[in-house]
């Protein structure tokens, strides 16, 4: 037998594809014209791994997945910050998978078996959901139907679970299988039972879970939607960060540090600004020293100190009064009710501009009630001084070493000019993020 060495590259050539099968994610973004990239990442329990970023070209983003691509869990995310802007997706490992995308609706899959799976089940547990609800709240409560509900909401969940059995997406079936009495139970004792057993069938030490953003969401519902105490929101918050800093304890220390920090974003984002910083005090910076992760432990200690309510950070000053040198603090300030702190600097265009508009716009308020202390942010004095002299009526104050100063570590300062408002004792009131919310504030507060 003759050797056809044509033949024979031909083989060659397109064996890598014979032997290395290819799969893709498509996905389609409407309205097209809100989303330009998207990017793609590998899920792990205390990290992301970079996979690929697709432009948006008439609202579709392909990505394509080699045989590096394992089977998992991934994020897709489509806008900025990251964080917030995001989805989980289950690859298999072993199909394409498309999808549509809305920044109304959540995502629908058009193709993947578990994606499908999961949506689907999603949608039927809470239509029966639903249908508790409904049943628990007529004037006239029928136990016949609320306990078949009960058992269609088992019905379900064995359905699923053997629809998915070795699939990744049971991992999610199973974890979301609510609390399902055996006999009829009044609405107060299935409350309070639905609240007891919102976590049996949650395994923080999953590795699937831990790589989704599914624990994230389910404690966040639990500490937004569970009662703990009936006389304080912010008590039933701290209760349930405690019930969950339970569960999560069962887990290394460097799950539980990337864990605890997502909640803390979620608080944060949520504004629950006492409750995050109760669960930075309590759990997240001591995982974090543990961790040796100083940098984590002072973004939560400044985040704390710059909180509403929380006293602002001292600084000193040195002053001139008749003709004797004086250092000053702000914490010993006692010349009006409250403060407006403006820092700024003299070479700043923004600054230039905002500046005599925050001095037109203070002599609308009270004068007694409201002071301006304006801190520059210097290289040298000579431009400062020239420009303190239109605003007299301010307390004006150098620091000089401009962005090296330390105030700008202190107050977090990225850029000028940056406003807070302070009471009398000099805590935080408000953390406008520009002039014309400064304004908006103090015209509802003077």
């Not at 044509?6 to 309205?31: D, E, G, Y």
């Not at 999610?172 to 139970?185: G, M, S, T, W």
């Not at 004086?326 to 905002?354: A, D, M, P």
């Amino acid at each position: 037998m003759t050797l056809n060495f044509r033949k024979l590259s031909i083989l060659l050539l397109f064996l890598p594809i014979l032997t290395f099968a290819q799969h893709t994610i498509k996905a389609t973004f409407s309205p097209a014209k809100d989303f330009t990239w998207a990017i793609l990442y590998k899920n792990e329990p205390t990290n992301v791994k970079y996979i690929a970023q697709a432009k948006v070209e008439n609202g579709t983003a392909i990505f394509n997945l080699d045989e590096k691509a394992t089977s998992g869990v991934y994020k897709l995310v489509y806008a900025v910050p990251q964080k917030d802007n995001n989805f989980d997706i289950i690859y298999n490992g072993k199909e394409d998978i498309e999808l549509s995308f809305s920044t109304t609706d959540s995502a629908v899959f058009q193709k993947s078996s578990d994606n499908i799976l999961l949506n689907t089940y999603l949608n039927k547990a809470l239509k029966l959901g639903e249908e508790l609800e409904t049943a628990y709240t007529k004037p006239r409560i029928i136990s016949s139907e609320v306990t078949a509900i009960y058992k269609k909401q088992e019905e379900l969940q064995t359905e699923y679970e053997g629809k998915s059995e070795g699939k990744i997406v049971q991992n999610f079936i199973k974890a979301n299988k609510p609390y399902i009495p055996q006999n009829y139970e009044t609405p107060k004792v299935y409350v309070s039972n639905l609240s007891k057993n919102y976590f049996t069938n949650i395994d923080f030490k999953n590795p699937i879970l831990q790589s989704s953003n599914f624990l994230t969401e389910k404690s966040l519902a639990y500490i937004l939607g569970v009662d703990s105490d009936p006389s304080s929101k912010h008590n039933s918050y701290i209760k349930n960060i405690d019930a969950i800093a339970v569960k999560v304890k069962q887990t290394d220390s460097k799950f539980q540090k990337s864990f605890l920090d997502k909640l803390w974003e979620k608080l944060v984002s949520y504004d629950l600004i006492e409750s995050a910083n109760y669960l930075a005090e309590w759990y997240l910076i001591p995982v974090a020293s543990q961790q040796n992760d100083p940098r984590l432990v002072a973004k939560l200690n400044k985040f704390k100190n710059l909180s509403i309510g929380s006293v602002a950070p001292d600084f000193t000053w040195d002053s001139i009064e008749n003709g004797v040198s004086k250092t000053n603090k702000l914490s010993e300030l006692s010349i009006s009710e409250n403060y407006i702190l403006v820092f700024w600097s003299s070479t700043c265009s923004h600054c230039l501009k905002q500046i005599p508009q925050l001095q037109q716009f203070v002599k609308t308020l009270n004068s007694i009630k409201y002071k301006v202390v304006a801190i520059g942010l210097e290289d040298e004095p000579t431009n400062w001084q020239k420009e303190t002299e239109k605003y007299p009526e301010f307390l004006n104050i150098i620091k000089l070493k401009k962005w090296d100063s330390k105030v700008v570590l202190d107050y977090g300062l990225s850029s000028t000019p940056t406003y807070f408002v302070l009471d009398k004792d000099k805590k935080f009131l408000a953390k406008p993020e520009n002039l014309e919310a400064l304004e908006a504030y103090l015209k509802e507060n003077n």
